[in-house]
């Protein structure tokens, strides 16, 4: 299949706007923050502090960029920073009590929508696709310096 009918098949699929059904009783004024929430949610059950950095560097985003988006969760409430106890230059970000419901609502959501999004998909066919995905991946990567 060529590239230009894989975008009209896919379009097709998804026309009218599907994919918004994910973002569906998320809250708007986080949205586009669930990577760095879970991130700091898997950090903390990892035992793992950290920076505004780690996390641009994780989401190879701009700091400039993660630094607005902190702050956004920052005067939510969701987050909060604190200094290192060893080394005074050194800034960690962590999830408040209310940023931890966040991450378990964000969660409990996704998981939800999978659910829906899976049924009545085989396992066989869940199989085929993950192969084609990881074959995509593959070859994604291995071009990756001529993207």
Known sequence: MEGKEF????HEIFA???????????DEGIKGAGPTII?????ECE??????GDLS??????????????????EK?????????????KTFVRLTDLGRKKADDMK????????IALDGISDEDLNVFFDVLSKMAVNVEGDKNNV
């Open 7 to 10: 975008k009209r098949r896919f």
């Open 16 to 26: 009218c706007n599907r994919g918004r059904k994910f973002m569906d009783g998320m």
């Open 39 to 43: 991130e700091l949610k898997k950090a």
């Open 47 to 52: 035992g793992i502090e950290l920076t505004a």
């Open 57 to 74: 560097a994780k989401f190879n985003v701009s700091t400039a960029r993660e630094a607005v988006l902190l702050n956004t969760l920052e």
């Open 77 to 89: 409430g969701l987050i909060q920073r604190y200094k290192s106890d060893t080394d005074g230059r």
């Open 108 to 115: 409990n959501h996704w998981e939800k929508m999978l659910t």
